[in-house]
C-alpha cells in the first residue's frame, strides 16, 4: 500500500502535511486533489509527496480524487513547500495561491447504488425507498435525500446501505456559478423625427441632458451601448431611466463573448529591427535560451537596465518569440498599474490570440475561464500582475518581470511573497530564463548583478531620436522661497511655469506622494527634518501623547520649541495631500481646469483609463495625483512636471526612504517630455542636496547606487543582511508592548542557545500605523542571514504576523 502526504485546507494544519493511505484502486499522483477524513470533517487536500511509508503508525485513507488531472504541477508543489518554509506561512495558503480560481467551493455528497445481489426483504421499508431512488436515478445527491428524509434519518440509512455494500458515496464540488456577461444597449422606442420632437420638447422643459441623450440617440443607425453613450452625452444612467419611463428609449441586456482581451481592431504587428544595444542584450538572452533546451547550462537571470523608452519591451518581444520557437512559453508580469490596455494590445497584437490575462480585476467567471485555457496550453504568454506567476502556464522557458522594483510585486497579506523572489525560485525549478526589466533596478536587483549572480544588461538612452532627449530637471530649494517671503506651496519657479504653460494651451502635471500624510518634523527656516539619534529614521508625532517617537527603536522626544540647528521657532508638522493640493492650485490658479487622479478617485473598474482619457483630450489643464501618474502613458501635451514636496517620500521613518525617493522622481521626470513639445521638471525640496534628489535630477542611477550600496553596507541593511518584521496587534496598547517585550526576550534566549552570531533584534517599537481600526500594533525588527529557518522554530502566538523581507512600513 502507498502513502500521500497531503497539504489540507485547514486552518490548524499550518505548516505540515498529514499522511495518507492510499486506498487500493485509486491511482493518485503529486500535485492531485483530493478529499481526505480530517477530525470528523471531509476537507479538500493537495498531495504534495507520494511516500512509501507513513509518518505516523495510524493512517486513515484517502476518499477520493477531486479531478482526475493533477492540479499542480510538480514545480509547483516544490514552490509551495518552498514558500511556505521561506515565509512562514501555513501551507495550505501557499498551495491555494496555485489553485483554479474558486476552487475552495462546498463539497456535494452523491450516492449510487452498486451491482451487488440483495436480498429485498431484508431491507428496511426506507432502505428500500433509498436505494430505488439512487438506482433510478443512477446518482443522487445526499442535499435531496436529507430534505425529504431529514437529515440525521437520510444520513443513517445512506451508511447503513454503504455499510452492507448497496451503495457507495462520491463527492464532488459545486460548480463554479459562471454568469453569462452582458452588456446593456440603448435602443429608440419611437421613430428618430419622433425623438427630436421630444428632444426639443425637454429641452425647453430645462431638461437638457435627456434632450442630449436622445438628439444622439437619434443620430445612431444601431443600438448604442449604455457605458458609450453615457460617455458620449456626459450623463448618468438616471437620464436614460428617466426616457425609459417616459416610453422613449429602451434598455436590453445583449450577452457578450467572455474574452477579457478585445480583439478587434488589433492588427499583428512583426519585430522590429533592433538597434546596436537592444542586438547585443537580445542575443545574451537567445544564447541562454538556447543553452538551456540544449541541456548545457543552467538558465540565466538578466537585470535589463534603460530608461522608459529605451525599448525594453521590444526585447521582451523577441524575446518570447524566441523561447515559443523552442517549444516553450512565458509567463509576464507588470505592476497592476501597467496593466493597461495600451500594454496588452502590444502583446496580444505580437502573439494574436495567444495571450492569456490575468489580473485582480477579472470576475471570477473570467478568471475561471482563462485558468483552465492556460492549463490547456492555449496561450504562448500569460500576463498579470503580482498572482500571475502562479499560473497553471506548461513549458515554461521565459519569466518577464516589468519594472521589477516595483512595490506592488510584494503581497501584504500571508503568504507575504515577493513576486519577484518567487520568479526566481520558479525559474530555477523549471530551468526557464528570467528577464527584470527597469529603469530604476531595486538596490538589492542591481547589487546581484554586480556581483555576477545575474546579468547585467544596459540600455543607454531612448529608442526614438526625438525621444531621445531627457527632460531638463531644475531643483527648487524650498528655504530659500520662505526667505524670499513666499509662503505658497507653491516655488516662484513652479507657479510662473504652471502659468506660462496652460497660457500655451499646453499641460501639466503636479505630483505629491500619496504617503504625504505621514506627519514629520521639518523646521520651515532650515530644512532640518527631527531625526532618531539611534537609527537615523524620522521621528512621528503622536498626536494623543504629544511627542516624537522613533518607529524603530521606540526612542521618544518632547517636541522641542526651537530648531536644534538654527535655533529658528518655525518647527511644523508637515503632511500635505493630494485634496489639500487640489484646492491651494485653485486658490492660484483660478483659469486652469484641474483633474484630482489618486486612490480616492479611481475605486471603480476602469476609472483609470476614463480620467486618463479625458486629460488627453485635453478635458484639464493640470492633473493632480500621486505616484499613480507616475507611471504610465505617454501624454504629449504634457510640458510641465511639478513635484510639489520630493520630501514627504523622503521623510519616511524607513531605511528604504532614498531609494523610494530616487524611483518616484526619476519616474515623474520620465512624464514630461515625450512628445515634440519638449519638457520640463521642476522638484521642491528642503533638502537639494539630498543625493536620491541630485541622482534623478541628472538622470544617473549609478551616482544613486554608489552612494546608497555604501549607506546600506555601512549601515548593514539588505542586502548586506535580511530582514523580518513581527507585529503584534491587539486592542489594549500596554498588553501590546508587554508581548513585544516578552517575544523578544524569547528569541535574544532562543539565539543565544543557538549560538547564532549574526542575529539581532530591534525593538519593541510601535509600528509605524500605530492604530489601525482600534487595535494597537507593536513590532520588532529582525535582521540576520538565516531568518526564516531560525523563526520556523520558534512556537508564534497568536496575534503575531510575520513579514519575511518587509518592504515598506507596517
Ligand atoms: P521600454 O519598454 O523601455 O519603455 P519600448 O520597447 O516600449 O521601451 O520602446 C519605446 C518605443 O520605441 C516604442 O514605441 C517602441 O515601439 C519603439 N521601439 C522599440 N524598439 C525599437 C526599434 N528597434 N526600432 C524602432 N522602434 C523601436
Ligand atoms: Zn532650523
Ligand atoms: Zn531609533
Redesign the pocket.
Known amino acids: 500500500m502507498g502513502y500521500a502526504e497531503v497539504s489540507v485546507n485547514s486552518p490548524v494544519a499550518q505548516r505540515r502535511t498529514f499522511s495518507y493511505a492510499i486506498p487500493s484502486g485509486l491511482s493518485i499522483d503529486v500535485g492531485q486533489a483530493v478529499w481526505v477524513p480530517f477530525g470528523d470533517k471531509l476537507l479538500q487536500g493537495i498531495v504534495l509527496e507520494l511516500t512509501d511509508y507513513p509518518a505516523v503508525e495510524e493512517t486513515r485513507e484517502i476518499v477520493g480524487v477531486i479531478e482526475p488531472h493533477p492540479i499542480l504541477s510538480s514545480s509547483q508543489v516544490l514552490l509551495a513547500r518552498w514558500l511556505s518554509e521561506h515565509y512562514l506561512s501555513p501551507l495550505f495558503d501557499a498551495v491555494a495561491l496555485m489553485l483554479p480560481p474558486g476552487f475552495e467551493r462546498k463539497v456535494v455528497t452523491f450516492i449510487s447504488s452498486t451491482p451487488h445481489e440483495y436480498d429485498m426483504s431484508s431491507l428496511t421499508q426506507e432502505q428500500r425507498y433509498v436505494l430505488g431512488l439512487v438506482q433510478r436515478q443512477g446518482k443522487g445527491s445526499l442535499r435531496k435525500l436529507e430534505k425529504t428524509l431529514g437529515k440525521k434519518r437520510a444520513q443513517t440509512i445512506v451508511s447503513q446501505l454503504v455499510g452492507r455494500g448497496l451503495a457507495v458515496r462520491s463527492y464532488e464540488l459545486e460548480k463554479v456559478k459562471v454568469k453569462p456577461k452582458t452588456v446593456s444597449y440603448l435602443d429608440l422606442a419611437v421613430k428618430a423625427d419622433e425623438a427630436r420632437q421630444e428632444a426639443a420638447r425637454l429641452r425647453e422643459k430645462r431638461a437638457s441632458k435627456q434632450a442630449a441623450l436622445l438628439d444622439f440617440l437619434a443620430q445612431q443607425p444601431e443600438p448604442v451601448p449604455l457605458a458609450e453613450a453615457r460617455q458620449r452625452v456626459n450623463c448618468d444612467k438616471a437620464v436614460a431611466d428617466a426616457l425609459v419611463n417616459k416610453g422613449l428609449v429602451t434598455i436590453q441586456q445583449i450577452e457578450v463573448k467572455r474574452e477579457p482581451i478585445s480583439y478587434q481592431g488589433i492588427t499583428p504587428s512583426y519585430p522590429?529591427?533592433?538597434?546596436a544595444a537592444?542586438e547585443s542584450a537580445f542575443k545574451s538572452i537567445q544564447s541562454s535560451l538556447l543553452q538551456v533546451a540544449k541541456g548545457h547550462t543552467s538558465p540565466a537571470i538578466f537585470l535589463l537596465h534603460?530608461?522608459?523608452?529605451?525599448?525594453?519591451?521590444?526585447?521582451?518581444l523577441q524575446a518570447l518569440a524566441e523561447a515559443v520557437k523552442l517549444g516553450k512559453r512565458g509567463i509576464v508580469l507588470v505592476p497592476e498599474i501597467s496593466l493597461t490596455p495600451q500594454t496588452i494590445e502590444?502583446f496580444a497584437s505580437r502573439f494574436p490570440r495567444k495571450v492569456a490575462v490575468l489580473h485582480s480585476k477579472l470576475s471570477l467567471g473570467e478568471q475561471f475561464d482563462e485558468w483552465q485555457r492556460i492549463r490547456n496550453g492555449e496561450f504562448d504568454v500569460v500576463i498579470g500582475s503580482r498572482s500571475a506567476i502562479f499560473a497553471p502556464q506548461p513549458d515554461l522557458g521565459l519569466i518577464v518581470i516589468?519594472e521589477e522594483h516595483e512595490w506592488t510585486y510584494k503581497q501584504q497579506d500571508t503568504p507575504c511573497y515577493h513576486a519577484r523572489d518567487v520568479a526566481v525560485k520558479l525559474a530555477e525549478l523549471n530551468g526557464a530564463v528570467v528577464i527584470l526589466?527597469s529603469?530604476t533596478p531595486d538596490i538589492e536587483t542591481f547589487y546581484q548583478a554586480q556581483k555576477g549572480d545575474y546579468h547585467l544588461l544596459q540600455?543607454p538612452g531612448?529608442?526614438?531620436p526625438g525621444?531621445g532627449s531627457l527632460p531638463q530637471v531644475e531643483v527648487v530649494d524650498l528655504r530659500d522661497e520662505l526667505k524670499a517671503g513666499n509662503r505658497s506651496i507653491f516655488s516662484r519657479s513652479l507657479s510662473e511655469a504652471i502659468a506660462k504653460a496652460v497660457v500655451n494651451r499646453e499641460q501639466v502635471i503636479l505630483f505629491l506622494n500619496r504617503r504625504g500624510g505621514a506627519t514629520f518634523v521639518q523646521c520651515r527656516n532650515c530644512g532640518f527634518v527631527l531625526r532618531c539619534r539611534r537609527c537615523e529614521v524620522t521621528l512621528t508625532h503622536h498626536l494623543a501623547e504629544d511627542v516624537l517617537v522613533c518607529h524603530q527603536c521606540n526612542y521618544k522626544m518632547p517636541v522641542p520649541q526651537i530648531c536644534p540647528r538654527c535655533l529658528s521657532r518655525r518647527i511644523k508638522f508637515l503632511g500635505l495631500g493630494t485634496q489639500k493640493l487640489e484646492q491651494e492650485a485653485s486658490y492660484t490658479f483660478p483659469q486652469a481646469r484641474l483633474q484630482r487622479w489618486d486612490t480616492d478617485v479611481t475605486k471603480r473598474k476602469y476609472s483609470h483609463e476614463e480620467i486618463l482619457g479625458k486629460f488627453r483630450a485635453h478635458e484639464a489643464d493640470i492633473l493632480i495625483g500621486t505616484q499613480m501618474i507616475a507611471k504610465g502613458l505617454d501624454l504629449p501635451l504634457v510640458t510641465l512636471v511639478g513635484v510639489v514636496s520630493a520630501d514627504t517620500a523622503l521623510n519616511l521613518p524607513d531605511f528604504r526612504a532614498g531609494e523610494r525617493t530616487f524611483q518616484l522622481l526619476s519616474q515623474v521626470a520620465g512624464r514630461a517630455g515625450r512628445g515634440t513639445l519638449g519638457g520640463q521638471v521642476i522638484i521642491q525640496t528642503y533638502s537639494p542636496e539630498h543625493y536620491a534628489i541630485q541622482a534623478a535630477a541628472k538622470h544617473d542611477y549609478a551616482l544613486f547606487y554608489d552612494r546608497e550600496i555604501t549607506y546600506r553596507r555601512q549601515l548593514r541593511n539588505p542586502p548586506f543582511t535580511r530582514l523580518a518584521s513581527l507585529v503584534y496587534t491587539h486592542t489594549n496598547d500596554a498588553l501590546c508592548q508587554r508581548e513585544a517585550e516578552r517575544m523578544k526576550r524569547h528569541l535574544l534566549e532562543e539565539r543565544d542557545s543557538k549560538g547564532i552570531a549574526d542575529l539581532s533584534v530591534i525593538g519593541p517599537a510601535p509600528a509605524f500605523i500605530h492604530r489601525l481600526r482600534g487595535r494597537f500594533r507593536w513590532q520588532l525588527i529582525l535582521r540576520g542571514s538565516e531568518l526564516s529557518a531560525f523563526l520556523s522554530q520558534i512556537p508564534i502566538p497568536h496575534g503575531w504576523a510575520i513579514d519575511i523581507d518587509p518592504l515598506g512600513l507596517v
Open positions: 522590429l529591427a533592433l538597434t537592444q534603460g530608461v522608459t523608452g529605451s525599448g525594453k519591451t521590444e526585447i521582451y502590444r516589468d526589466g529603469a540600455l531612448r529608442v526614438t525621444d
